[in-house]
């Protein structure tokens, strides 16, 4: 779940799989099953052997003439901050050794923070492979994990280079941080992988008739191998591939580089011949230099194999991650006045706007669809003083961005008072781009409220940081998607305190037309009246991490896949016999209440928590027959209850391992370690 929902964090684009091709065709008729047996158990001790250490040098500088120096080390990693007026100390680099193998990817742990400056930041980061050999240069690539349209092609990954042209860039606004690590993502994560069976390549260099040099590897060419045929010696294969998914290599080539990023398309009749190797110009200049791909024999394939089941463990080798970072002054526009502010906000000429004192508007405001705009607080209180119950403060309108900074936002108190019910709003999303950081909302129903439910549209990205939410009734709302679709409206919260007095603190929509929402909870904490979390949508996917979580009930599930990881969970209400609700859920009183009767699946993992209970059950599934499959699976952690551990009413899956309980379990429970 979790590899599905770093892939939707990837805001860029839709994510295109297309590196390990899929297509239908004849078999290539490669192989002889001896062959492919042989074949397999190389693979698997190639795995086995081949357990590494990936040692990242992180270089961090500025295009400026006079660079500072500042060199820090840990055990694994060294990296080198040269200044460009950013402070070093605001980045940081995971300290373990990253383990690589063959097949193996993973995410390169950077942490960069702007959360104190009011300019934006463009990072460009850049990958030199230098000091790997050169066996390893042709399998180990780095990229972006994320799909984008280059010179008109849709790729689904930008592998990323040592030269200028093969940077990728991140844009991280002001009071915001960019984030990297495994088990969270604040945009699109930068990927190391060791590409399993290295059967081509894309490579800078010169090809001439007699020689051919490279002088960086770029991206790797890949295929089936037991849906392609090679040139045979006696029988045996041996030479170049003939054809490759059925299609000859002309197609294959010509299909390939239709979504490489390089304009047009590799022309086999092109191939410059040295010996028995071919090598097809992909951007090439009239002395043979530029980008050139390459497929392998089945031969060099083989010693590549043979390679990665030798290569011993505990080997060391460097990458070079260059993270260049150039300020993006802004031009800020002072303002002092509701006009002034309604104004800034939708002039395009305007990016950036402050308050200078205090202001009151009386009406709302409305982000225009397509504007992008920084509203810097400066330390200042916006508040609503129009007497209605029903408002939203502002409106980030469809395919707008609007980043709030440090300061207050108040509305004007007015509550209907019943839990539940979300008429006053401070900032709502419809289809936008909308980030708070060092913000303070009270004196509303929401604080936020996503707006993605009408099927049509954009899905809107909310990222919180260093926020305090205070609501009246309920902290952050978030409707879902109104169709099945790959796109997921995305909320990504990171070291904030949110409570709902009356509801909850945060709270998706159960409705049988509503769908995907991707929910990211860091360092946070997250309280309500009923629950501190509430997941009801089909398809939803939430990792809750390092969090404080409580309410009546601590945490409420009744659809998606959703992960709590190293939490601390309190239910606090009285003990109530868990049953089916058409809307809302049973007030369990339980730590974690999974409620599995809607039409679709309801699927919690807790991992090394702590989850309690004051009169219920620390955790509770309480299944439907015939509606979507509940489970619960608790790895490691403790689980106390004043009415038992756990609870299950035997409809669906529960599976225990490595924990402590206080209190009664039930009997039925699969217990994984014995």
């Not at 402070?87 to 063959?102: R, Y």
């Not at 294969?237 to 390939?256: Q, R």
């Not at 009270?442 to 439910?453: E, I, K, R, Y």
Request: proline share 2%.
């Amino acid at each position: 779940m979790w590899k599905r929902m770093r892939e939707k964090l990837n805001i860029r684009g839709k994510t295109l799989r297309t590196d390990r091709q899929s297509e239908n065709g004849s078999e290539g008729g490669v192989y002889d099953e001896k062959m492919r047996r042989v074949r397999r158990v190389v693979r698997s001790q190639a795995l086995l052997a081949g357990g590494t250490l990936l040692v990242v040098v992180i270089l961090i500088f500025a295009m400026t003439a006079a660079w500072y120096t500042n060199v820090s080390r840990t055990s694994t990693l060294t990296f080198k901050a040269e200044s460009w007026g950013f402070d070093p100390d605001n980045i940081t680099v995971g300290t373990a050794a990253i383990g690589a193998a063959p097949g193996r990817s993973g995410i390169v742990p950077i942490e960069i923070d702007n959360s104190k400056s009011a300019d934006p930041v463009k990072i460009y980061v850049n990958v030199s492979k230098s000091e790997m050999s050169e066996e390893l240069k042709r399998r180990i690539f780095f990229y972006a994990d994320t799909s984008e349209e280059i010179s008109g092609e849709m790729v689904s990954r930008v592998y990323v280079g040592a030269l200028r042209d093969g940077a990728y860039a991140y844009d991280i606004l002001p009071g915001q941080k960019l984030v990297m690590s495994d088990d969270f993502c604040s945009d699109v994560p930068l990927k190391w992988r060791w590409v399993y069976d290295m059967e081509g390549y894309y490579f800078r260099g010169t090809v001439n008739n007699v020689s051919a040099t490279a002088e960086e590897y770029i991206r790797p060419v890949e295929y089936d191998l037991d849906r392609a045929t090679f040139e045979k010696t006696n029988g045996v294969p041996t030479g170049a591939p003939v054809t490759i998914y059925g299609k000859s290599v002309a197609e294959f080539l010509d299909d390939v580089s239709s979504r490489d990023g390089y304009e047009g398309r590799v022309d086999a009749s092109d191939a410059r011949v040295i010996g028995s190797s071919s090598y097809y110009p992909v951007k090439v200049d009239e002395n043979g230099s530029g980008i050139w791909l390459y497929l392998c024999s089945y031969a060099e394939i083989d010693q590549g194999i043979s390679y990665d089941t030798n290569l011993g463990e505990n080997t060391e080798f460097e990458a070079k991650i260059t993270v260049t970072a150039v300020s993006v002054p802004s031009e800020v526009k002072n303002v002092s006045s509701a006009a002034e502010l309604a104004s800034a906000l939708n002039d395009p000429e305007v990016n950036s706007v402050k308050l200078s004192s205090d202001i009151e508007i009386p009406s709302a405001v409305t982000l225009a669809a397509g504007a992008d705009t920084t509203l810097d607080l400066g330390g200042n209180r916006i508040t609503y003083t129009g007497g209605e119950t029903e408002y939203s403060m502002i409106v980030a309108s469809e395919g707008s961005k609007l980043n709030v900074i440090g300061g207050e936002i108040a509305g004007n108190g007015n509550s209907s008072g019943v839990g539940g019910t979300v008429d006053s709003i401070a900032v709502e999303s419809v289809g936008a781009e909308v980030s708070l950081s060092g913000v303070t909302v009270s004196g509303f129903d929401t604080a936020v409220c996503v707006s993605d439910n009408d099927g049509t549209g954009a899905d809107s990205i909310l990222r919180l940081t260093d926020c305090e939410l205070d609501m009246q009734n309920l902290g952050v709302f978030i409707k879902g998607n109104g169709s099945a679709s790959e796109a997921h409206t995305t909320v990504i919260i990171d070291n904030c305190k949110i409570n709902g007095e009356t509801y909850a603190g945060i709270s998706g929509q159960g409705a049988t037309d509503l769908w995907g929402v991707d929910l990211v909870v860091r360092n946070s904490e997250i309280s309500g009246y009923y629950t501190s979390v509430y997941l009801p949508a089909r398809d939803t996917g939430a990792y809750i991490k390092d969090s404080t979580l409580s309410g009546i009930t601590g945490i409420v599930v009744k659809g998606g896949t959703v992960i709590i990881d190293g939490c601390s969970v309190t239910g606090n209400g009285a003990h109530v016999a868990a049953a089916a609700s058409g809307g809302g859920w049973t007030d369990t009183g339980d730590g974690v209440y999974v409620e599995a009767v809607y039409n679709w699946n309801a699927d919690v993992t807790v991992k090394n928590s702590t989850v309690n209970s004051t009169y219920a059950y620390a955790v509770e599934l309480f299944g439907k027959a015939g509606s979507g499959s509940g489970r619960i699976a608790l790895e490691g952690g403790s689980y106390a209850g004043g009415a038992g551990g756990a609870n299950w009413n035997s409809i669906g899956t529960f599976t225990v391992k490595g924990c402590t309980f206080s209190g009664s379990v039930p009997g039925d429970v699969t217990r994984l370690d014995g």
